[in-house]
Structures are given as C-alpha cells and as structure tokens.
C-alpha cells in the first residue's frame, strides 16, 4: 500500500511551518501510521490541513490558480500566511510500497509579476536502487516551468563526474500547471505517473446527509463520491458485485445503529435510485429521505472502507459529527483496521474534537496542534510527551487524558 509516511506546509494560512513524520529532511523522525488523527482547539487549523491536501489535489486538477479561487478559498494572498512574502511549500515524503524506495515531492507555488498564482519550484528525489541511506537525487527538477527531468523507472540526476545520459530538458508552456500533471501522463516517466495517479486518487471527504437523500439517476457506481449523493449507485454497484462486501455493511451497521435490519436500493418508474431501509419493528421501509442523519453518516462511511478498490489515502473531518459518542470508538477502530487490514488499505487521516473517538488511539496515532504566541501554529506528536505515553501505557484512554487536559492545555 502507498504511504505518506511525512508531509510538511510551509507559508499555508495558520500553517507557516509544520511538519508531521518523516521527511527529506528529517529522516530521524517516525514515519506517519496508517491511521493519523489530529486534534487542536477551535482555530488550531485542523480544517487548515485538511484542505492542504484538498489544495493540492485541486493544484493537480486544475492548475495552481484556479485552486487558489475554489473552493472559498478567496485567492494566493488569503491563503498565504499573514506577513509571509515567500512562496506557499508543501513536501510529501511518501513509498508506493514499503518495498519501495521513498519519494520526496516538493512545490512551491509563488506569484509572478503579475500578481498572478504560478509554480515556481517543483522537484521529485528518490535514491539510487542500491542506496539504502542518504540523500535522495532528483528525478524531476523545474524552476519557472523550465528544468530536466530523467526517465524511465531508475534514472536520477548524476554525481558529479558521472556520465547522465537519461536526462533530458523539459519546458512547460503553462506555468499555472503542474509538472506532474504533464509529465505524469506520459509513458516514458513511470514514476511520475504513479505519483501524479496516487495524488489523483486522494479521496477528501465532504459527506452530507443531505447530498445522501438526494435521487440519483440508477446504475451501478464502483466509488463512493466526496459529497456521498451516489451512494445509492454503490449500494446497487455492492449488491450485484460484491454481495459478501455489503453483506459485512449490514452486519455492522446493524450492530451500530439498533433497528436497521436491511437496506437495499429501488429504481423509480423514471430510473432514479431511492435507498431503501428495513427497520425490524415496522413492516413498511423507510427511505434515505426520512433516515437520520447519523445513520446515513455511519452507512456512507462503512461503504467507503468496504470499497473493494479504496482510494489510497482518505481524508475526514470531524467524522464525529451527528454520531452518538458511543459509537466513535468503534467508528476509530474501524478507521485503524481498515486502513492496516489489507493489502490496498487506504491511508486514513481524520481530525476530530471528540474525546471518545480519541479514546481508541495510540499516542503515535494522535497529533496535537496548538497555536502559538506569534499567530501561527505548531504540531506535535501525543507519543513525543513522556507523561502521555507512559499513562497510556498503564492503560488509561488517550482521550480522557485529553479531556483531563494531559494532551493540548498546559501550554
Ligand atoms: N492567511 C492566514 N495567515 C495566518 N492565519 C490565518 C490565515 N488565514 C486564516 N488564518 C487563521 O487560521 C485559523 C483557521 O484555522 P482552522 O479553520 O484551520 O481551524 P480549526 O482547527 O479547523 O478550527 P475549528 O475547530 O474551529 O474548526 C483562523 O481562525 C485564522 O485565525
Ligand atoms: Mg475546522
């Protein structure tokens, strides 16, 4: 499974410098697990982070300034932080496979003269096969659109005195678009593929019970969608491919939430999808329209674990949201099992405010933000606190000494 095992925002809005994990740079530190959570205060900028990855999935998608202006984002100069004139940096450090070699990405994304978003710096490292420590060498390098990139599966820049024969010069003609966006699709450069196909796949969650109830034209859908108005699509998609895999969401959704005792989908006379659940107490079906937020919330997610093909890094936000408080251990369990279980488990990062839900992770699990004196904030991890580890250790929830004020107050 892919892994981001660090990532760091340089000059991103509350974000000026915070690093989690392992880096480039930082190859002492731990790499991320599987399942990461992050707490923080109101403003700490746990929605800041999500949507760092969220920017740069749109930075993919449509071009650095494009990404700027979605998404409420309100354009470059909103987003960088206050006072900062450099560029916004983001570095994921990541591995296609723990059999892989790690790969570095960084992107720096200035403004031009013109006061208009570009990419100014975008470089790919990875070592040398055979190189088990040091620094990695680039295999894509550009500065204002213009650089050298290496093909094929193994090349990186060369040593000095080296002979390089696979690199060749590279120049883009829009400087708003990624390297990797470009490059990516062409077959001669495998490993930007797999990166530019692993950012691409980045499932960032914007569930809404409402988006839910809406009535979607059927047919069989293989994804869940960010705002979950297909998911009866998937239900359909479930039912007919992958019946042992939905036979598991009702089994668990029927453990969570006390009445469910089926749900299955049906076409209306005009071809829309209308979710359909079984309550055992009544013999007539309620339909998504009339369910409960929390249900639909608890079945959304479930779907999306038990996609048989996960997007390989899945990102939510207070997942907590509208769910009874005894039901978020189990919900963060399932998070940690789903995202270690198997082969293509999904990399899963989640920020929360609830304790409970807190309560079912490891310190190594948990990050910390806080805001500092100068405006900004910093980032740390619950495990890196000596008292926290040794409490848990002893056997007391991570949460209640979150809520007993051990993890974020006594600064
Ligand atoms: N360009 C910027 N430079 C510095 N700080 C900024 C910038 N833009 C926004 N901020 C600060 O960052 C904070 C936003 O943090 P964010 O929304 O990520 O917090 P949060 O942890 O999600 O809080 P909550 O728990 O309330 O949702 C704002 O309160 C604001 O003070
Ligand atoms: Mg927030």
Redesign the pocket.
């Known amino acids: 499974m892919a892994l981001i095992e660090g990532f760091r925002v340089q000059n991103f ?2 974000l ?1 410098d915070v690093s989690l994990g392992r880096l480039r740079t930082q190859q002492d530190e731990e790499a991320l697990t599987p399942l990461t959570v992050v707490i ?12 760092s990855f969220g920017f740069l999935a749109d930075c993919l998608a449509f071009g650095v300034e494009t990404a700027c202006d979605m998404n409420q984002r309100g354009g470059f100069e ?7 004139s450099g560029p916004i940096i983001f570095e994921i450090y990541y591995r296609e496979s723990s059999s892989e070699r790690p790969i570095s990405y960084e992107v720096a994304i200035g403004l031009d003269r013109s006061g208009r978003p570009f990419v100014q710096q975008e470089v790919l490292r990875q070592r040398r096969r055979n190189q088990r420590h040091g620094q990695p060498f680039p295999f894509l390098r550009l500065e204002n659109g213009k650089g050298t990139v290496w093909a094929g599966e193994e090349a990186v820049q060369a040593e000095e005195g080296e002979e390089d024969n696979s690199s060749m010069p590279v120049e883009l003609t829009d400087p708003r678009q990624l390297g990797i966006t470009t490059l990516g699709t062409l077959r001669e450069h495998p490993r930007i593929k797999l990166f530019r196909d692993f950012l691409k796949g980045w499932y960032l969650s914007y569930f809404t019970p409402d988006a839910a109830r809406s009535l979607p034209n059927a047919g069989p859908q293989k994804h869940l969608n960010i705002h979950g108005d297909n998911i009866g699509n998937v239900v359909q998609f479930l039912e007919r491919e992958h019946k042992d895999r939905f036979k598991v969401v009702l089994d668990r959704i029927a453990s969570k939430i006390p009445g469910i005792s089926n749900i299955d989908t049906l076409p209306t006379q005009d071809k829309r999808l209308l979710l359909r659940f079984n309550d055992g107490a009544f013999k007539d079906p309620f339909y998504a329209q009339q369910m409960s937020d929390g249900t639909l919330k608890v079945f959304a997610y479930l779907l999306l674990l038990e996609d048989p093909d996960p997007s390989p890094f899945i990102c939510i ?2 997942p907590e949201n509208g769910l009874y408080h005894k039901l978020l251990e189990a919900l963060a369990q399932e998070f940690r099992a789903h995202a270690t279980g198997r082969k293509n488990a999904p990399q899963i990062f989640v ?1 929360t ?1 609830q304790p409970y839900f807190v309560d079912a992770l490891t310190p190594k699990e948990v990050w910390i ?1 806080e805001r500092g004196k100068d ?3 910093t980032i740390r991890r619950a495990a890196d606190d000596p008292v926290v580890s040794n409490m848990v250790e002893q056997g007391l929830p991570l949460g209640g000494l979150w809520y007993s004020d051990y993890l974020d107050a006594r600064s």
């Open positions: 809005r509350v000026k923080g205060r109101n403003g700490a900028g746990k929605t800041t982070l999500f949507d909103r987003l960088r932080s206050l006072g900062c936000e207070e920020t405010h933000l405006g900004f904030s």
